[in-house]
C-alpha cells in the first residue's frame, strides 16, 4: 500500500495551479444522467472519486469517454440499467447523487446505501424524504434504497433541517425534470451547489435563486446536452495555502477563485500571512517564523468550511498561543487529532471542540490517514515536522487532492511516494 514520505522543515515557494473542485464534478457528473444528448465536461480533477464516479456511470451502461486533458464526454443514450450497485457506492457516499437523476429521467433507481469517510454516522434520511416528497415510492431492502415513481415526479415544497450540501444538489437535479415548481428552503449555499446550477441551467433547466438559501426551479420535460468546465477546487487551495502558512513559505495559486476562500483568507490573515489576491489568483507570503493561534468554528457556506478544520488543527498545532476549534458540521471529526499528538501536538478533546496548545515544533512520525481531510492535515503536519513522517493509508488522500505530492514537490517540499 503506498505510502507518503515527508521530510519537514523546507518552507514552500512557488506557484501552482489548481484543480477542478471534486464537490462540483461529482454532481455535474451524475447530473449527466438527465440529458438525453452528450454532456462534455473539462477541467474535471483526476481523482479516484472522480474515476469512482465515472466507473458507477459505466456500470450502469453509460457512454464515458475520456481524453487525456480530463475532459470527459457523456452520453446516457445506451444506459441499461438503473442500479448504483454497493461495490462502487461504499467507497464513496456522493454516489447517492444518482438517485435523483435517475428517478427524474427514468422513474426508477437503485443505490446501496453509501459509504464514503468515516466521520460520523452521516445518513441520507434528507435525501429519501425529499424524494417521497416529491412522489416517489421508496424503500429500503437488503441495504439498497429502491425508488420509483409512477409518470413524472411532482414538484414540492422541501425544507432541509440541517442543510445538506448533496442533499440539495439531489432535490435539483430531480426537480429538474419534475411536474411543477419545486422550492427549496434551508438550500445549501455552497459554490459547488452554485457550478451544479449553472450546469443545468446551460442544459435547459429553469432555476432561480442560486447561491441564496432559497431554490425554486420550474420543471421542464428534457434537458439538452452542454460543455461545462468545474470550477476551481476552494478546498485544495486552501490547503495549499494552509500550507505555505505553517512553513513560513511564499506560494502563489493560479486559476483559483479568491471569492469563494472568504472565510478561509480571513482565518489565515489572523494567523499572520499577508494574502493578496486577483481575479484569479490567490498569493501568501508568511514573514513570520510561526503562525499565531487563531480559533475557528465551522458552518455551511459561508462560515468556515468542515472541509478545511482539520487543516487549522494542523496549524494552530505549531502556532503560538491557543486555541479552540469547534465542529459543528459533523459529529467524528476529530481523527487526525490522535494522529498529530504522536507528532507531539498538545490537543485535548471536548466534545466537539479542540483545545490546542501551539508548540514550537511538531516531531516526525509514523502515522495514518483515517479520512479524507485528516489525511490533509497530516501531510501538512508532516511539512513543518523535525525529521520524516511517514503518512500510511493515503488512499484517503488520492480520494480528493490531485497528485499532492508532485505538487508540493513543485513547491520545493521533500515529499516522495513510497510504497
Ligand atoms: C458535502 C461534501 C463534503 C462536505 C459536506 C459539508 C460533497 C460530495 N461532499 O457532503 O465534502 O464535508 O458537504 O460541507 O459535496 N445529514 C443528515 N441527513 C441527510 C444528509 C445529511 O442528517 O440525509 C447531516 C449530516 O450527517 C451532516 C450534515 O447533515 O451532519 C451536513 O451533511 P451534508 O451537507 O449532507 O454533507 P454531504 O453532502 O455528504
Redesign the pocket.
Known sequence: MDKLLIKGGVPLNGEIYASGA??SA??ILAASLLSDSPVTIGNLPHLN?VTTMLELLGSMGVGVMLSDDMEVQVDTSSIKNLDARYELVKTM??S??VLGPLLARHQEATVALPG??A???????????AMRAMGAEVNIEDGYIKASVNGRLKGSKIFFD????????NVIMAACLADGITTIRNA?K?P?VVDLINCLTSMGANIKGAGSDTLEIEGVHSLKGTSFSVTPDR?EVGTYLTAAAMTGGHIKIKSAKPEYLSSVITKLESSGALIQTGEDWIEIKMEIDRPISTSLTTG??PSF???MQAQFVALNSIAKGSSTITET???NRFMHVQEIARMGGNITLKGNTAIIEGIKALKGAPVMATD??ASASLVLAGLVAEGSTTIDRIYHIDR?YERIEEKLKMLGADIERIS
Open positions: 471534486k464537490n461529482l454532481p472519486d457516499r456522493a447517492i447523487l464514503g469517510c466521520i460520523g454516522s452521516r445518513p441520507v434520511n434528507l435525501h429519501i424524504e440541517p442543510v445538506s450540501v448533496t442533499g440539495t444538489e445549501a455552497e459547488e478546498v455551511p457556506y468550511p468542515t472541509d458540521i459533523f459529529e479524507l481531510r480528493g
